[in-house]
């Protein structure tokens, strides 16, 4: 009798213990996951930033300034544009 | 209960008289509804409600804390980001809390770009919460949580960033300082936009610091991006051209709309004055309005060519009928409608091209009130576009019952009726899609749409197409609308403004167009309003706007010219026109 009560209690025991770990462990991964989550979301916001710097660089106001002053371009006359036929 | 043992230590007489049975039962009875009492309350709390308990022991550890979610991108048709949202911090203070030395509240008030005075005038504030700055970059915020202030606290915020400015500022409107939309595409698409923030649950210890997550309640969900039907390239053709003509012309406000004829999509929407969106401080009702969909005008003679396209379609005249437009003028009841100047005898087309008021007011006598009415109604007059923009107008078209003869009259030249500037574009694709007429969309459609209906028949908007390329000509109204390289059509509006029921000597021109006239891709309506540098006909304040839009768009657009052009010299033999890669 008293040996199958040490036995249910180990098993009782371990299960707990595995209880434990597999807690621990899945908070473990839990936190890397939000860690990496948070990680994502870093760069998204710095995509968002990098995008906004690209699109003030390239705004179109700015790209005709430097193309009209600093590069001394201008808007081809109709007579001047050729016409180039691709062939398929 | 009566001690019959002699206990020589008490011989109180009152014992000996004994206790009545009653009395320690009643004693043990009460000590006994006590404790089952207890007892009974010990089990309620620990065994059948024990929630309340338990959500109390877990609030003093676990905390449910909100994730924010971002709100979605606005980007133009090519993905070019018109509109982002950024973290920024702000900066706030419990000020009983907050008691700084000279020397922090300097370096404080430094970071913030504060004054000493003004910022401790905040923090001397009654209230138990004060904003210190507001939408503070992430760096400088960093730098303050540095100095270790106590009472000093800041929280995450998003701010909108909009890239194109002041070009874009009436399409895209803006959002509140909760990142919430507050006007244009911001508001119309914000259930589309705005994220859902999520939550999580963290064990926080006595010092508040996150030691543990525990799980994640609800994900955040991020909004959605919307891609427009807006080109930034032409968006900004159409945004200088107008500047330019503004300034010209010293208006008071101006509008610009381009369409493309084959999807319905608004390519680019322009409104002057305009404001920047990123700082909005000081902003008047004229600077936010967005003139081409929510204000309405008498469009004036723009709405020549629909009179002309029912007389034809109807076959009330053919294209070589004669109409008399001498002398000039006309009665009819009490009142005179006159011409600029006399034409004489002119064909429909004439009528159209010099824009003659008499000649369209004869071949409006053609028809009923009945008849007019429901053109005006099909082509979309008194009848919001439904694009889901904020304080759409619909523009004002009463029942044909009501009509006098003189209402009709001055209808059939645009008075008396009204519309927005995007109405009046969208009826001009009757006669550039051969009779049909598309759903507008403010976002980018990749298939285009099924038509809405019918208006006209493809002989008759193919008819007006080629009366309507000569109203544009050196002949017509506005030869000022010609780009070299394309076929242009349109037609020209100068209509008296009304104020409080009578029209004034004060002007909107405008011209609605679309080029190439060979095969339409693109509708442009400028309305110019109130120039006062001298001139004010459609064709000369609104018609040069409209050539260096389409001359811009088509080229950005890829479109083969259809107009000869002298080539100085041609590359290899060019026999049949080249067909270039299309951008869509």
């Known amino acids: 009798m008293i040996r199958v009560d040490a036995f249910l209690i180990s098993i009782a025991v371990a299960s707990a213990l595995g209880v434990v770990a597999s807690q621990h462990q899945a908070r473990q991964i839990f936190s890397e996951l939000e860690r990496e989550q948070a990680r994502a979301r870093e760069l998204e916001v710095e995509w968002g930033q990098l995008q906004l710097e690209q699109s003030t660089w390239a705004a179109l106001a700015r790209v005709e300034l430097i193309a009209r002053e600093r590069l001394g371009l201008q808007e081809p006359q109709p007579g001047r544009i050729v016409i180039v036929e691709v062939p398929r | 209960m009566k001690n019959r043992r002699s206990v020589t230590f008490?011989?109180?007489?009152?014992?000996?008289?004994?206790?009545?049975?009653?009395?320690?039962r009643l004693v043990l009875l009460g000590l006994l509804a006590c404790s089952l009492t207890l007892v009974g309350r010990a089990a309620w709390l620990q065994g059948f409600n024990n929630e309340f308990l338990q959500a109390e022991g877990k609030s003093r550890y676990?905390?449910?804390?909100?994730?924010?979610?971002?709100?979605?991108?606005?980007?133009?048709?090519?993905?070019?980001?018109?509109?982002v949202s950024t973290p920024v911090r702000s900066i706030w203070a419990i000020p009983s809390d907050a008691?700084?030395?000279?020397?922090?509240?300097?370096?404080?008030?430094t970071l913030l770009e504060m004054d000493v005075p003004e910022l401790n005038r905040r923090l001397d504030s009654e209230r138990d919460f004060v904003y210190l700055k507001r939408q503070l970059a992430p760096e400088v915020a960093r730098r303050i949580a540095d100095l270790k202030l106590p009472g000093v606290h800041e929280h995450e915020e998003y701010r909108r960033y909009y890239p194109g400015g002041e070009v874009t500022a009436h399409m895209l409107g803006f959002t509140g300082v909760d990142d919430r939309g507050q006007e244009g595409i911001e508001l119309a698409f914000d259930a589309q936009l705005k994220g859902m923030s999520g939550s999580r649950r963290v064990i926080r210890d006595r010092r508040g610091q996150i030691i543990e997550d525990v799980?994640?309640?609800?994900?955040?969900?991020?909004?959605?991006?919307?891609?427009?039907?807006?080109?930034?390239?032409?968006?900004?053709?159409?945004?200088?051209?107008?500047?330019h003509a503004m300034q010209t012309h010293k208006a008071k406000a101006g509008g610009v709309v381009v369409l493309d004829v084959r999807t319905g999509e608004v390519l680019a929407l322009v409104n002057a004055p305009t404001f920047?969106?990123?700082?909005?401080?000081?902003?008047?009702?004229?600077?936010?309005?967005?003139?081409?969909?929510?204000d309405v005008f008498e469009p004036g003679s723009t709405m020549k060519p629909f009179i002309g396209a029912l007389a034809l379609e109807q076959r009330k005249v053919a294209l070589d009928t004669i109409i008399d437009t001498d002398p000039g003028r006309m009665t009819i009841g009490r009142a005179t409608i006159s011409d600029v100047r006399r034409h004489g005898p002119l064909t429909v087309g004439g009528v159209i091209q010099k824009s003659s008021n008499v000649g369209t007011v004869k071949l409006a006598m053609h028809f009923t009130p009945d008849e007019m009415w429901q053109m005006f109604d099909e082509l979309g007059f008194g009848t919001p576009l439904n694009l889901g923009f904020p304080g759409e107008a619909s523009g004002r078209l009463r029942p044909a019952r009501s009509w006098r003869p003189i209402e009709q009259a001055t209808m059939a030249y645009g008075h008396g009726v009204s519309g927005s500037l995007i109405q009046m574009a969208r009826a001009y694709l009757a006669f550039a899609r051969d009779g049909e007429l598309l759903p507008l969309s403010l976002t980018r459609v990749d298939a285009p749409p099924a038509p809405v209906r019918r208006v006209f028949s493809t002989e008759t908007a193919r008819q007006m197409r080629q009366i309507l390329e000569h109203a544009a000509g050196p002949e017509g109204t506005a030869p000022k609308a010609q780009v070299t390289g394309f076929r242009v059509a349109g037609k020209t509006g100068t209509a008296h403004k009304l104020e409080g029921g009578r029209y004034t000597d004060r002007y909107i021109s405008s011209f609605v167009g679309f080029a190439p006239a060979s095969n339409p891709r693109i509708i442009v309506a400028v309305m110019i309003d109130e120039p006062t540098a001298g001139q004010h006909f459609g064709g000369a304040v609104a018609a040069p706007v409209f050539a260096r839009i389409v001359e811009g768009t088509l080229r950005s657009m890829g479109v083969v010219p259809d107009a000869p052009v002298a080539p100085l010299h041609v590359a290899g033999k060019v026999e049949k026109p080249p067909v270039p890669k299309e951008r869509m």
């Open chain 2, 10 to 24: 008490n011989h109180n007489p009152l014992l000996e008289k004994g206790l009545p049975v009653w009395r320690p």
């Open chain 2, 99 to 109: 008691r700084l030395s000279p020397a922090d509240t300097r370096s404080l008030a």
């Open chain 2, 215 to 243: 799980e994640s309640i609800r994900p955040p969900r991020d909004g959605e991006n919307v891609v427009l039907a807006m080109d930034a390239k032409i968006q900004f053709l159409a945004y200088s051209a107008l500047r």
């Open chain 2, 276 to 294: 920047n969106p990123n700082n909005r401080s000081g902003l008047s009702g004229a600077q936010l309005r967005n003139r081409v969909l929510t």
């Open chain 2, 62 to 83: 676990s905390r449910v804390i909100p994730v924010p979610a971002t709100r979605g991108r606005i980007t133009d048709r090519n993905g070019d980001v018109l509109a």
